[in-house]
């Protein structure tokens, strides 16, 4: 019973994050660019700033979480996470978004890896892989709702999907205090009575030993390093992208910022649909088949992001993005049911936080690279070199495939 009590409240997070989140981003970005007027260089300069605080403070929190609970990590963080967003949207001002990102990217690292720690504790490994599948579903619906409030509230007044988002993921938080369960008891895990510096700083020699110790599992923790390097200038550009280069159809007496409600609508039913048909077929299990699925998704995702950069006309354009976003949802329960199958209980929060940690780095890396490319010479240019910069990323798929059939023959 506890552990339905756990998978139920995972979903609802899931659900209700993914709902607040997108009322949030449907139209962030156009927010930074028709209010706060920022150039392709402040639209990366803005993630970088959430990209450092989330690097930062990612494995820190990992292991606080670790240590003491991961179902108070994973509150504080909602509540961060709104705060920032409320900043963000109350003041349409370079510094003050800067600022605000400070709030999601701390919040961020909060509930990253303690997360994922916290359900694979609750339902069991063998069941944490349709818990990860059934949680992105459903955060997929939440966030189609979420979408399509965002433009209804954008309709009135451009910030007021972004604040009224804060506010609620504020709300979240509190409500989570009295619903949220965690039966898993991180001191008996560790063997201690009471949690001390001593301990966190074991805990994180320890995620560290293991990751070192473990080619596989030391590849795996990498692989977010290029992922994080194309996906901050992308995640930041697209929109300005074809704001700039397209001429949006119109859709009646509808704002064009609706359009941007579409693609993610879009992008949001077809990725249900296709997590399905993945879940359906997918066996985690067995060895091999997560690196050599990631390995496929990872190769049509590239080719996805050029087709974007190149594209002559706005449906070719829309389709390429789409297929892209779709396959980047699909990749990431993937890859967390692989992360955790390889991560020791006692640490899981931790190793996925360092993994977190590097997708921060190259996001901090990639993203002012794209971003100068893109302000210096072309939009199209930037999105160009974001899809060569995870061309590497198929190197350690297949060096993990390699090292996951070296292990079964053993």
């Known amino acids: 019973m506890r552990h339905r009590d756990a998978y139920v409240t995972y979903l609802l ?7 607040f989140f997108y009322t949030i981003i449907t139209v962030n970005m156009v927010y930074q660019v028709e ?3 920022l150039n392709p260089l402040q639209l990366v300069l803005v993630g970088t700033m959430l990209e450092i605080a989330a690097f930062l403070s990612q494995v820190p929190t990992g292991v606080l979480a670790d240590v003491f609970s991961r179902r108070w990590s994973i509150i504080i963080g909602i509540f961060l996470t709104g705060a920032g967003f409320v ?9 003050a978004i800067l600022l605000s990102q400070l709030g999601w990217g701390i919040g961020s690292s909060f509930i990253s890896g303690a997360e994922e720690a916290w359900i694979a504790d609750e339902v069991g490994e063998d069941n944490v892989g349709r818990a990860y ?38 709300i979240m938080a509190v409500c989570l205090l009295f619903f949220m369960p965690e039966h898993y008891d991180q001191q008996s895990a560790d063997d201690s009575a009471r949690p001390t510096w001593s301990s966190i700083g074991k805990t994180f020699r320890n995620g560290g030993r293991l990751v070192r110790a473990s080619p596989l599992l030391l590849t795996i923790v990498v692989i977010p390093v290029l992922w994080g390097l194309s996906s901050e200038g992308l995640d930041r550009l697209w929109t300005a992208h074809i704001v700039t280069n ?23 039913i077809a990725g249900i649909i296709f997590i399905e048909l993945v879940q359906r077929r ?9 690196p050599r699925l ?15 950069a190149l594209a002559g006309n706005f449906a070719l354009a829309l389709i390429s993005y789409g297929a892209y976003a779709v396959l980047r949802g ?61 061309g590497p990323v198929l190197i350690l798929f297949m060096q993990a495939l390699r090292l996951e059939k070296k292990d079964k023959s053993m």
């Open 282 to 290: 997918f066996k985690g299990d067995v060895k091999g088949t997560i």
């Open 13 to 19: 997070i899931q659900g209700l994050f993914s709902l």
């Open 330 to 390: 699909t990749v990431n329960p993937i890859y967390s049911t692989w992360l955790t199958q390889n991560s020791d209980a006692k640490v899981r929060a931790t190793i996925i936080s360092m993994s977190g940690q590097l997708d921060a780095i190259g996001q901090i890396v990639g993203g002012p690279i794209v971003g100068v490319i893109g302000t210096l010479i072309s939009i199209r240019a930037a999105l160009l070199t974001a899809g060569a910069l995870l």
């Open 35 to 37: 209010v706060a007027h």
């Open 87 to 95: 900043l963000e949207g109350s003041i349409p001002q370079f510094g």
């Open 246 to 268: 397209f001429t949006l159809p119109t859709l009646g007496p509808l704002n064009p910022v609706t359009w941007f409600a579409v693609i993610r609508g879009g992008v949001m």
């Open 133 to 170: 599948m059934r949680g992105s579903q459903i955060g997929q619906v939440g966030a189609l709702i979420g979408a399509v409030i965002s433009v209804a509230l954008a309709s009135i007044r451009l910030n007021l999907p972004i604040i009224l988002g804060g506010i609620l993921f504020m």
């Open 294 to 308: 990631l390995l496929i998704l990872n190769v049509v995702q590239i080719a996805c992001i050029l087709t974007f």
